[in-house]
């Protein structure tokens, strides 16, 4: 049996990831923790979140979950959603703050002239569909183009195009999923987003990168 800890530091969709994972997991123990040392025992770390990028950053330093994080992302199969992704890059538009930079790259925001001048709203809310940049465990049985749900504002843009894991369209292309080595991140909420999600979080608890 192994454990993954799902990281609270009181910014994420903590049940509803947690309850999907539970449902994947086969038997394996999934620990909703805010304790530094949960996470870095775990054997597989998910850090979800949303919301604002300044209140995440200041919730991961004020809980003590910074260098756990960061330690996780560097040593074991680590999953990032939505904030979770977003906190990987360097820096982010959002309160003009940095992020962990275990990634290289910006967080942006949605451009209002190829969004609302196309009609489009943000933040971006709904099925989209993601198209898969290369083949990856994760995405094992998902089909390409396959519709997962976003809910957000800004958008990864990764410095090395070769950390790009996935892309979806919203008035521009952007960067919907990336990879690296034990690191896999998205923007969209894979428990949100039925059979699909269901089988991504079924391929992290298997993947042994």
Same mark, same amino acid.
């Given at each position: 049996?192994?454990?993954?800890?799902?990281?609270?530091?009181?910014?994420?969709?903590?049940?509803?990831?947690? &309850?999907?994972?539970?449902?994947?997991?086969?038997? /394996?123990?999934?620990?909703? =923790?805010? /304790?530094?040392?949960?996470?870095?025992?775990?054997?597989?770390? +998910?850090?979800?979140?949303?919301?604002?990028?300044?209140?995440?950053?200041?919730?991961?330093?004020?809980?003590?979950?910074?260098?756990?994080?960061?330690?996780?992302?560097?040593? &074991?199969?680590?999953?990032?959603?939505?904030?979770?992704?977003?906190?990987?890059?360097?820096?982010?538009?959002?309160? /003009?703050?940095?992020?962990?930079?275990?990634?290289?790259?910006?967080?942006?925001?949605?451009?209002?002239?190829? =969004? +609302?001048?196309?009609?489009?709203?943000?933040?971006?809310?709904?099925?989209?569909?993601?198209?898969?940049?290369?083949?990856?465990?994760?995405?094992?049985g998902i089909p390409d183009g396959a519709r997962f749900y976003f809910v957000h504002s800004y958008y990864v843009e990764?410095?090395?195009?070769?950390i790009i894991a996935g892309s979806t369209i919203y008035g521009i292309p952007f960067t919907s999923a990336v990879a690296r080595d034990n690191i896999f991140a998205v923007q969209f909420h894979?428990?949100?987003?039925?059979?699909?999600?269901?089988?991504?979080?079924?391929?992290?608890?298997?993947?042994?990168?």
């Open positions: 049996m192994s454990v993954v800890a799902v990281v609270d530091y009181g910014m994420g969709n903590l049940r509803s990831v947690s &309850k999907a994972i539970e449902h994947v997991a086969l038997g /394996d123990r999934v620990v909703v =923790t805010s /304790d530094p040392a949960e996470v870095a025992s775990a054997d597989r770390v +998910v850090v979800p979140g949303q919301g604002a990028m300044p209140d995440c950053m200041a919730q991961l330093a004020a809980c003590g979950l910074r260098q756990a994080v960061v330690d996780a992302a560097a040593a &074991k199969p680590f999953l990032g959603i939505c904030i979770g992704l977003q906190m990987l890059f360097e820096h982010s538009e959002e309160g /003009d703050i940095a992020g962990l930079g275990i990634l290289p790259g910006q967080v942006r925001r949605f451009p209002a002239a190829e =969004t +609302v001048a196309k009609g489009l709203k943000v933040p971006h809310m709904g099925w989209n569909e993601v198209a898969q940049a290369e083949s990856h465990p994760l995405w094992q990764p410095a090395e195009p070769s894979p428990e949100k987003s039925a059979q699909a999600g269901l089988q991504l979080l079924g391929n992290f608890m298997r993947w042994q990168p």
